[in-house]
Structures are given as C-alpha cells and as structure tokens.
C-alpha cells in the first residue's frame, strides 16, 4: 500500500511564498507522472501542475504558471510544489497525486490513482 504524506501548508500573505512537500510511504513506487491539485471552498478539484516523476516535461494551469513550480528530490524522494507570489485566489487545500496509468500529462484528477490527505494554504489579503 503506497501512502503519500504531504506538509508545509500554512497561512502567508499575499505576495509571499511556501513550498509544499510530498512524500510516498509504503511498497516500491514508480509512478509515471506526479501532479499537484487543489480545491477551494464550493468548488470543485482543480489541476494545479503536473511532471513525469522524474522531473521533466512539467505542465501548468495558466492561473499559477510562471509562479509555481513543481519538482522533484530523487535522493530525497520527494515532490515539491514552490509557490511564489501568492495571491487569495490561491487559498485552497491542496493535494499531491501520482499515476502509474498515463503516459501522457493529463489534467484530469481520475486519472491519477494516489493521493495525499491535503494541506491547507490560506493567503490573506
């Protein structure tokens, strides 16, 4: 059973930074692509950004892109989320996920069979 435990969530102001972490538990994992979503009060789950596991070939949601950035620590076997200029908007919990079914970046939340418990990011105003 792989288990992904996620941290650094915290409340920050707007224009300030977090980095959030990921951290797969359990058997041997090897997925094939990583991402990153989050979810808003009343709204539904939306794609954040997303990787190979190895790192490369990185996607973004236009709303985030050139402010987040994902990444991944192979020694450390860990994924990342930087989040730098944050705005309110950005208030939300966020969620790590990986897949071992895609070959292909995808946006889409079905498509990704592992997922951590959340960490809540609150940018004040």
């Known amino acids: 059973q792989v288990q992904l435990g996620e941290s650094g969530g915290g409340l920050v102001q707007a224009g300030g930074s977090l980095r959030l972490s990921c951290v797969p538990s359990g058997r041997f994992f090897s997925p094939s692509f990583m991402a990153w979503f989050r979810q808003a009060p009343g709204k539904e789950r939306e794609f954040v950004a997303s990787?190979?596991?190895?790192?490369?070939?990185?996607y973004y949601a236009d709303s985030v892109k050139g402010r987040f950035t994902i990444s991944r620590d192979n020694a450390k076997n860990t994924m990342y989320l930087e989040m730098n200029s944050l705005k309110p908007e950005d208030t939300a919990v966020y969620y790590c996920a990986c897949s071992t079914r895609i070959a292909i970046i995808t946006v889409r939340a079905s498509d990704y069979d592992y997922w951590g418990q959340g960490t809540q990011v609150t940018v004040s105003s």
């Open positions: 990787a190979r596991w190895s790192g490369a070939n990185t």
